[in-house]
């Protein structure tokens, strides 16, 4: 059991969050994690990229000269792809790299990823996180207040909030995500997680539910 210290937005500690990483998975496999976020990485892949073939170039196909008394190598066209400006021999076309693992899985994946910030006490708990309209100063004063202002931050709200967002887009290298839309690769790619504890109350509860005998069925 992990005891996390819970602040206020002044960063003064306000009292203690009680869970488990194996609340949220009973261990980490770093397989299933890697996997799961090289599929996220594929399939952020635009895919787009294009080259020319020997049929893509413009040119003739004619024989540049005859094929024996030159003295010279035997060639063909100009464009081969041995010649300056003649085409690709294995030609890139625009591909698609997305694929899908196990729902279950990538869903599992999540867990352990957030278990693993647990662990390695990368997670700091706030009791409460919103703003009547956006105020980047005021966000930005928040981390500054609990550590967070070097480090790239994810900050993990229960419902998506508007005001969170837009105080918090303006900053360099902290992102927001409600709990529902948290993935592995969102988890793992910032330091460290400020989480609220509404956040965390509902992670644990989409974590019990997936574990239970009827959500695992």
Do not use: W
Request: one cysteine or more; hydrophobic letters at 40%.
């Amino acid at each position: 059991m992990s005891t996390l210290k819970v602040y206020d937005r002044s960063g003064r500690e306000v009292g203690s969050y009680e869970i488990a990483p194996a609340d949220l998975a009973p261990r980490i496999n770093r397989q299933l994690l890697h996997d799961v976020v090289v599929m996220y990485q594929a399939c952020q892949r635009q895919g787009t990229s294009r080259t020319r073939s020997r049929g893509d170039v413009a040119g003739s196909t004619r024989k540049m000269y005859r094929q024996k008394g030159t003295g010279n190598a035997r060639a063909g066209g100009r464009r081969t792809n041995v010649r300056r400006g003649g085409g690709h021999a294995f030609a890139k076309r625009p591909r698609d790299y997305s694929y899908r693992l196990p729902r279950k899985a990538v869903q599992l994946a999540t867990r352990m990823a957030i278990a693993s910030k647990i662990r390695d006490d990368e997670l700091v708990v706030i009791d409460e996180l919103s703003f009547a309209a956006p105020k980047t100063r005021e966000m930005y004063a928040i981390l500054k207040a609990l550590g967070l202002q070097d480090a790239r931050t994810l900050v993990v709200t229960a419902n998506h909030d508007p005001n969170v967002y837009r105080s918090a887009r303006n900053i360099a290298a902290v992102t927001v995500s409600p709990a529902a839309e948290l993935n592995a690769l969102t988890v793992l790619t910032p330091r460290r997680m400020l989480v609220t504890r509404a956040a965390l109350d509902a992670i644990r509860e989409r974590a019990a539910a997936a574990q239970s005998p009827r959500g695992a069925s």
